[in-house]
């Protein structure tokens, strides 16, 4: 994957920072998800002069995050709240760290214009693709609701972002439940078009989580690392929306995406740094009990023990100075 080879260059470059001290400083493991946070830490120069080596690895989506994570193939990782969810309720050896917030409607319904979908009403019958367990399932559930339908009034074709869009454009589903970048690239290039009220407002939090094996915040150099991030990473979520334009040529540069694509992406997406801390454990806890109602969820969990506040101060701190989301 060119955007995973990108990231390895990068990885061996941060590696040569600071060569006296290299044989002192530790190593994080990170994976993101399409590398949108990875190209606003770089093109704000929150990369610069790190006192520890980055290693970052790319996915399309944060369920093979989760994995990575869970395998002790990563320190970090960033991704949406629902993935973690899973792994948790496995017992994965994962916590939240830190957290940051997407525009709920960047996370949307699409269809083609000839599918015959104009009103949520209309998917009755129809075959929908999502990401299991993920954003997309998430939101077709609660679209279902809102328009008074019930799961089995549709059918579900569990399929990853690709592969979703793939089926959307092909005719093989009739709709599609992306996000950003995804929802952006595929309005532009494929002419799909969104469904009526069928954006993840009122009911998606938008929230995603940096993530830490509990053996790297145990790890006093790796904890002091990762706390660091956290706080370079709140200062490069400020600096993209303070400067979308530079942030959209950036990111279009990074990963090989048209500028007018990226820029779509910027402003429907709209990500700030939050405050993490316990006032964020509702939020997941109502998520888990709806996946569970719909036994998504194998088992009912109890997500307060799914955070660890300790690493977040300094973020805190930046977060505080974000600008709110005018949506």
Do not use: C
């Given at each position: 994957?060119?955007?995973?080879?990108?990231?390895?260059?990068?990885?061996?470059?941060?590696?040569?920072?600071?060569?006296?001290?290299?044989?002192?400083?530790?190593?994080l493991?990170?994976?993101?998800?399409?590398g949108?946070?990875?190209?606003?830490?770089?093109?704000?120069?929150?990369?610069?002069?790190?006192?520890?080596?980055?290693?970052?690895?790319?996915?399309?989506?944060?369920?093979?995050?989760?994995?990575?994570?869970?395998?002790?193939?990563?320190?970090?990782?960033?991704?949406?709240?629902?993935?973690?969810?899973?792994?948790?309720?496995?017992?994965?050896?994962?916590?939240?760290?830190?957290?940051?917030?997407?525009?709920?409607?960047?996370?949307?319904?699409?269809?083609?214009?000839?599918?015959g979908?104009?009103?949520?009403?209309?998917?009755?019958?129809?075959?929908?693709?999502?990401?299991?367990?993920?954003?997309?399932?998430?939101?077709?559930?609660?679209?279902?609701?809102?328009?008074?339908?019930?799961?089995?009034?549709?059918t579900?074709?569990?399929?990853?972002?690709?592969?979703?869009?793939?089926?959307?454009?092909?005719?093989?589903?009739?709709?599609?439940?992306?996000?950003?970048?995804?929802?952006?690239?595929?309005?532009?290039?494929?002419?799909?078009?969104?469904?009526?009220?069928?954006?993840?407002?009122?009911?998606?939090?938008?929230?995603?989580?940096?993530?830490?094996?509990?053996?790297?915040?145990?790890?006093?150099?790796?904890?002091?690392?990762?706390?660091?991030?956290?706080?370079?990473?709140?200062k490069?979520?400020?600096?993209?929306?303070q400067?979308?334009?530079?942030?959209?040529?950036?990111?279009?540069?990074?990963?090989n995406?048209?500028?007018?694509?990226?820029?779509?992406?910027?402003?429907?997406?709209?990500?700030?740094?939050?405050?993490?801390?316990a006032?964020?454990?509702?939020?997941?806890?109502?998520?888990?009990?709806?996946?569970?109602?719909?036994?998504?969820?194998?088992?009912?969990?109890?997500?307060?023990?799914?955070?660890?506040?300790?690493?977040?101060?300094?973020?805190?701190?930046?977060?505080?100075?974000?600008?709110?989301?005018?949506?």
């Open positions: 994957m060119r955007l995973a080879a990108l990231f390895t260059g990068v990885a061996l470059a941060l590696s040569t920072l600071n060569p006296l001290f290299a044989a002192d400083k530790v190593t493991r990170l994976g993101d998800v399409k949108d946070r990875f190209a606003a830490l770089k093109a704000s120069g929150e990369l610069n002069n790190l006192p520890y080596d980055l290693k970052l690895t790319a996915f399309d989506s944060g369920a093979p995050v989760q994995e990575a994570l869970n395998a002790g193939a990563l320190d970090v990782g960033f991704t949406g709240d629902l993935p973690f969810l899973f792994v948790f309720a496995a017992g994965a050896p994962v916590k939240a760290v830190g957290a940051w917030q997407n525009n709920p409607d960047s996370i949307a319904l699409l269809t083609r214009p000839d599918a979908i104009h009103r949520l009403q209309d998917l009755k019958g129809k075959q929908i693709a999502v990401n299991r367990g993920g954003w997309g399932h998430y939101l077709l559930l609660g679209l279902l609701e809102r328009a008074g339908l019930k799961p089995g009034d549709v579900f074709r569990f399929l990853g972002p690709v592969d979703g869009r793939a089926a959307l454009t092909s005719g093989a589903v009739s709709a599609w439940a992306p996000w950003e970048p995804y929802i952006a690239t595929s309005t532009a290039v494929d002419g799909t078009v969104r469904v009526a009220d069928g954006g993840g407002k009122g009911i998606m939090s938008g929230y995603s989580y940096a993530l830490a094996r509990d053996e790297a915040i145990n790890d006093a150099g790796k904890r002091k690392a990762i706390a660091d991030l956290l706080a370079r990473l709140a490069a979520q400020i600096w993209a929306q400067h979308p334009q530079e942030f959209a040529s950036v990111l279009g540069k990074t990963l995406m048209p500028t007018n694509i990226t820029s779509s992406w910027i402003a429907d997406a709209r990500i700030r740094p939050l405050v993490f801390d006032s964020l454990i509702p939020t997941l806890q109502k998520s888990a009990d709806f996946f569970h109602r719909y036994q998504v969820l194998p088992k009912a969990i109890d997500v307060s023990k799914a955070f660890d506040f300790s690493l977040s101060a300094q973020a805190n701190q930046v977060a505080k100075s974000a600008p709110g989301d005018k949506s």
